[in-house]
């Protein structure tokens, strides 16, 4: 079953095409993970499918139905979650407070929802999540106290409140020592099966053997698209890579 | 009777400062421009009232039109950043002074006098204790309640808060439109408790006085508007010899809170 389609999506900047006729698939339950070098469009393309950005064009579909005029608030709720590059934790609320404010998306539909957002259920929801991700310790502790490897995993456990249909996890390893990145691959790799994820990652050296399928791009472009290993023995993406001089 | 006139006006000021904590203390948008909003619920009971009108009726009307006006400022905010929108404010609160100044029916400089006072001097203290208190019972619903969590979230970070499915642009709204509601509601209770209202006391000057008391006290904090109303309301109250320089006063302490203690004196350590 496909879970999300990206219909000849193109997104211009001034005279720069970030993201050029893009065509992407997502199959429920995959691991999908995303490649390419600095610019090649990977999180401009995150950001048209989670509404942060609106293409110029092409379609955002999701369960068969078109979501492109949707805010991200809106996508949001219909399951679409995604982490940030650059961590956007709520920085003065408590690591628990990040998770209860996933956790109130459901109430959060009138211009007045004055229900409490501490509720007794919400907490256990919230701890249950926090243990998913090893945080249930450090819950009561202010987010913008904690080291950027744990910040990480919260912003995992806020996407995980919101029962995603769709994991959209934007460079989670980028940043992180290399025991830092060996713990949330293996919370990553928890939710596997349950949840449908697509990854974007610079570190293809760790990420790239985990994933189902592979797609690479370069310049705005898909260009190649399988197997991990077929993905990164492709002539384009090596050729991609070669200016880099790491990793791929 | 003096004791009972300060705490009053004390009363008054701190249904100010916990309306501008919402907006500014909860949900993150500078306000240097809420004692408009003072003024307009103040100038809409001067002017009904002197004109017949019940206080009551009077009274609600007020406060409406004064979220109202925080409805349209609420909306411009959407569009701006957070440095446009503090200078936003501050023209509002300008314009808004222009008008009482140059409109008819508002008086000119000297305002509007003889606002008739509902329920006697001893009732009405009462209905501002009143209506003091439900602001502060609102204040604690709201900040316990999704909508308050909301508020804080998207004052972290809008990208984030979006990203689990707040509507940004719709509680940003909210905030200003309840904020800016209630301090019409502080206004005209202020009119009808002094009975004479002119355009300088809805002031860009008191809009820095009460940014700065909810700043001192604590930002996001029930008790930081509070003791910011009542600490520094009651110090303006007992040096009124201060009043020329008060605003260098404010201004200043706002400075050094910034400076040393930017989650005000009363917020928590990080």
Request: with cysteine; net charge neutral.
């Given at each position: 079953?496909?879970?999300?389609?990206?219909?000849?999506?193109?997104?211009?900047?001034?005279?720069?095409?970030?993201?050029?006729?893009?065509?992407?698939?997502?199959?429920?339950?995959e691991?999908?993970?995303?490649?390419?070098?600095?610019?090649?469009?990977?999180?401009?393309?995150?950001?048209?499918?989670?509404?942060?950005?609106?293409?110029?064009?092409?379609?955002?579909?999701?369960?068969?139905?078109?979501?492109?005029?949707?805010?991200?608030?809106?996508?949001?709720?219909?399951?679409i979650?995604?982490?940030?590059?650059?961590?956007?934790?709520?920085?003065?609320?408590?690591?628990?407070?990040?998770?209860?404010?996933?956790?109130?998306?459901r109430?959060?539909?009138?211009?007045?929802?004055?229900?409490?957002?501490?509720?007794?259920?919400?907490?256990?929801?919230?701890?249950?999540?926090?243990?998913?991700?090893?945080?249930?310790?450090?819950?009561?502790?202010?987010?913008?106290?904690?080291?950027?490897?744990l910040?990480?995993?919260?912003?995992?456990?806020?996407?995980?409140?919101?029962?995603?249909?769709?994991?959209?996890?934007?460079?989670?390893?980028?940043?992180?020592?290399?025991?830092?990145?060996?713990?949330l691959?293996?919370?990553?790799?928890?939710?596997?099966?349950?949840?449908?994820?697509?990854?974007?990652?610079?570190?293809?050296r760790?990420?790239?053997?985990?994933?189902?399928?592979?797609?690479?791009?370069?310049?705005?472009?898909?260009?190649?698209?399988?197997?991990?290993?077929?993905?990164?023995r492709?002539?384009?993406?090596?050729?991609?890579?070669?200016?880099?001089?790491?990793?791929a | 009777?003096?004791?009972?006139?300060?705490?009053?006006q004390?009363?008054?000021?701190?249904?100010?400062?916990?309306?501008?904590?919402?907006?500014t203390?909860?949900?993150?948008?500078?306000?240097?421009?809420?004692?408009?909003?003072?003024?307009?619920?103040?100038?809409?009971?001067?002017?009904?009232?002197?004109?017949?009108?019940?206080?009551?009726?009077?009274?609600?009307?007020?406060?409406?039109?004064?979220?109202?006006?925080?409805?349209?400022?609420?909306?411009?905010?959407?569009?701006?950043?957070?440095?446009?929108?503090?200078?936003a404010?501050?023209?509002?609160?300008?314009?808004?002074?222009?008008?009482?100044?140059?409109?008819?029916?508002?008086?000119?400089?000297?305002?509007?006098?003889?606002?008739?006072?509902?329920?006697?001097?001893?009732?009405?203290?009462?209905?501002?204790?009143?209506?003091?208190l439900?602001?502060?019972?609102?204040h604690?619903?709201?900040?316990?309640?999704?909508?308050?969590?909301?508020?804080?979230?998207l004052?972290?970070?809008?990208?984030?808060?979006?990203?689990?499915?707040?509507?940004?642009?719709?509680?940003?709204?909210?905030?200003?439109?309840?904020?800016?509601?209630?301090?019409?509601?502080?206004?005209?209770?202020?009119?009808?408790?002094?009975?004479?209202?002119?355009?300088?006391?809805?002031?860009?000057p008191?809009s820095?006085?009460?940014l700065?008391?909810?700043?001192?006290?604590?930002?996001?904090?029930?008790?930081?508007?509070?003791?910011?109303?009542?600490?520094?309301g009651?110090?303006?109250?007992?040096?009124a010899?201060?009043?020329?320089?008060?605003?260098?006063?404010?201004?200043?302490?706002?400075?050094?809170?910034?400076?040393?203690?930017?989650?005000?004196?009363?917020?928590?350590?990080?």
């Amino acid at each position: 079953m496909t879970v999300l389609e990206a219909r000849n999506l193109t997104k211009r900047f001034g005279g720069l095409v970030a993201v050029s006729g893009v065509h992407l698939r997502v199959d429920a339950g995959e691991l999908l993970g995303l490649f390419g070098p600095n610019g090649a469009g990977k999180t401009t393309l995150f950001n048209l499918i989670s509404g942060t950005l609106r293409p110029d064009e092409g379609e955002v579909v999701f369960y068969g139905e078109p979501i492109t005029h949707l805010p991200p608030h809106a996508r949001a709720r219909r399951g679409i979650a995604r982490t940030f590059q650059v961590v956007q934790a709520f920085g003065e609320l408590t690591v628990l407070e990040n998770v209860l404010t996933a956790l109130a998306h459901r109430a959060l539909t009138g211009w007045l929802p004055l229900g409490r957002y501490d509720a007794p259920v919400r907490r256990r929801a919230a701890m249950e999540l926090l243990e998913r991700v090893g945080l249930a310790s450090r819950a009561g502790e202010r987010a913008k106290n904690l080291p950027l490897g744990l910040l990480k995993r919260l912003e995992v456990a806020r996407s995980l409140a919101l029962q995603p249909k769709l994991l959209l996890l934007d460079e989670p390893l980028g940043g992180l020592n290399l025991r830092e990145s060996e713990q949330l691959l293996e919370v990553l790799l928890a939710l596997r099966g349950q949840t449908t994820m697509v990854l974007v990652e610079h570190n293809v050296r760790m990420a790239l053997p985990v994933c189902d399928r592979a797609v690479a791009m370069d310049a705005g472009r898909v260009i190649a698209e399988g197997r991990p290993e077929d993905v990164r023995r492709h002539p384009q993406v090596i050729e991609a890579y070669l200016g880099e001089g790491e990793d791929a | 009777m003096y004791a009972v006139t300060v705490f009053t006006q004390l009363c008054i000021y701190a249904v100010l400062t916990l309306s501008l904590n919402l907006i500014t203390g909860l949900a993150g948008q500078v306000s240097l421009g809420h004692a408009a909003f003072f003024g307009i619920g103040a100038y809409v009971v001067g002017v009904l009232t002197t004109h017949g009108i019940p206080f009551a009726p009077a009274w609600l009307v007020g406060g409406l039109v004064a979220a109202g006006f925080g409805l349209v400022l609420g909306s411009i905010s959407l569009r701006l950043r957070e440095d446009f929108l503090a200078i936003a404010t501050i023209a509002f609160n300008f314009v808004v002074v222009a008008a009482f100044l140059y409109l008819p029916y508002f008086g000119g400089a000297y305002g509007i006098s003889g606002i008739p006072k509902p329920l006697g001097n001893a009732g009405f203290p009462l209905l501002v204790l009143a209506t003091t208190l439900g602001v502060v019972w609102f204040h604690e619903r709201a900040r316990a309640s999704d909508l308050g969590l909301a508020w804080m979230s998207l004052r972290e970070s809008e990208v984030a808060a979006e990203a689990v499915g707040v509507d940004v642009r719709r509680f940003k709204v909210t905030a200003f439109v309840l904020g800016t509601g209630l301090a019409g509601l502080a206004g005209g209770l202020y009119a009808a408790y002094i009975g004479v209202i002119r355009p300088e006391d809805f002031g860009f000057p008191l809009s820095v006085t009460l940014l700065a008391m909810v700043a001192v006290g604590g930002m996001g904090t029930l008790w930081g508007p509070l003791a910011g109303a009542f600490v520094l309301g009651g110090f303006a109250q007992a040096f009124a010899f201060v009043h020329n320089y008060q605003l260098v006063l404010y201004g200043l302490l706002l400075a050094l809170v910034m400076r040393y203690r930017p989650q005000g004196l009363l917020g928590k350590l990080g």
